[in-house]
């Protein structure tokens, strides 16, 4: 389970790659307040990866859901 808040379903990306799971998306600025002045930001915006490490046998993601700015990733073991 990660918490993305403020990156929608089809700005994600989740996949596994050799021993890691793969984690990257978008994360954009909603337009109501793209053009406001911004004295501080809570929640970077742009583009970002995060790479989780996984036990040496060969995972795959078995399944992908969102809720409240959460995405929920199942992995599938080797049979």
Do not use: M
């Not at 990156?7 to 954009?28: H, P």
């Amino acid at each position: 389970l990660a918490a993305l808040p403020g990156v929608e379903a089809e700005r994600a990306e989740v996949a596994v790659k050799g021993n890691a799971l793969l984690i990257s998306g978008q994360r954009t600025l909603p337009p109501e307040i793209r053009t406001a002045v911004i004295h501080r930001l809570e929640l970077p915006r742009g583009r970002f990866e995060r790479r989780i490490s996984l036990p040496s046998d060969r995972y795959s993601v078995a399944q992908v859901s969102w809720a409240l700015g959460c995405i929920a990733i199942v992995l599938r073991k080797p049979a």
